[in-house]
């Protein structure tokens, strides 16, 4: 069984639309919850970083997590045809004993539609 | 220059070839990365270096050396690579291992 299990898409959506993407993990130990956008030819960039359960927003983006259910999720409202990306989740453990190694999701393919 | 940048971009080589990625990084991190990341797969972790010691080695094969001569620049070296070596070569950076990894654009590695 995978660490971190992310749908790969690919996901199409009209312009406008709202996204949701997500996570699930089997390590308990995890306890910081980030986001990353990754667009053709490029690397990927931090889009949202959460410590715990909990949302957080930023502009058009929330970032979700339930550490009880062991799931986490990124909502894009108001999506537009430069959302278009793949986005990657990655989380890792929370001290010294866990280390800073990232475990990354697959990536999720995303098409937003003029 | 600024962030972090990879050269070259796309590279195709022989099975018997040597060629080394660079990667260098403008933001006065002190901790870099290389990672893999193919089709299909998540991001796979193979070196890291802190204060330009390497910390960290995922059971990446011998035919990938990395080197880092100092805080700003990464070395892969790659010699007798296999098909199933093609992929993106990501390299990133940050300050502290336990803070936000900034990502360059990658080498496109394709071995014939």
């Known amino acids: 069984q995978k660490e971190v299990e992310q749908d790969p898409g690919p996901l199409s959506v009209p312009e406008g639309a709202i996204v949701s993407l997500n996570c699930t993990y089997s390590?308990?130990?995890?306890?910081?919850f980030m986001w990353y956008r990754q667009y053709s030819r490029k690397g990927p960039e931090l889009l949202m970083y959460?410590?715990?359960?909990g949302n957080k927003e930023d502009g058009r983006f929330t970032a979700q997590v339930d550490k009880s259910s062991k799931y986490i999720s990124l909502f894009i409202r108001d999506s537009q045809p430069s959302d278009s990306a793949t986005y990657l989740c990655a989380m890792r453990g929370g001290g010294e004993t866990s280390g800073s190694r990232l475990t990354f999701g697959e990536g999720t393919q995303l098409t937003v539609n003029p | 220059e600024t962030g972090v940048t990879q050269t070259p971009r796309h590279l195709v080589m022989g099975m018997t070839n040597k060629k080394s990625l660079k990667c260098e990084q403008h933001?006065?991190?002190?901790?870099m990365y290389w990672y893999k990341q193919s089709a299909k797969k998540p991001l796979e972790l193979m070196f890291v270096?802190?204060?330009?010691?390497?910390?960290e080695n995922n059971s990446v094969p011998s035919r990938f050396s990395p080197e880092c001569p100092n805080s700003s620049h990464l070395f892969l070296h790659l010699h007798t690579l296999q098909p199933e070596d093609s992929a993106l070569y990501l390299c990133?950076?940050?300050?502290?291992?336990?803070?936000?990894?900034?990502f360059g654009p990658g080498t496109r590695l394709t071995v014939l």
């Open positions: 959460t410590y715990s359960s």
């Open positions: 390590n308990s130990a995890f306890q910081y």
């Open positions: 933001l006065g991190h002190n901790a």
């Open positions: 990133a950076s940050s300050q502290g291992t336990y803070n936000e990894q900034f």
């Open positions: 270096y802190s204060l330009e010691e390497r910390v």
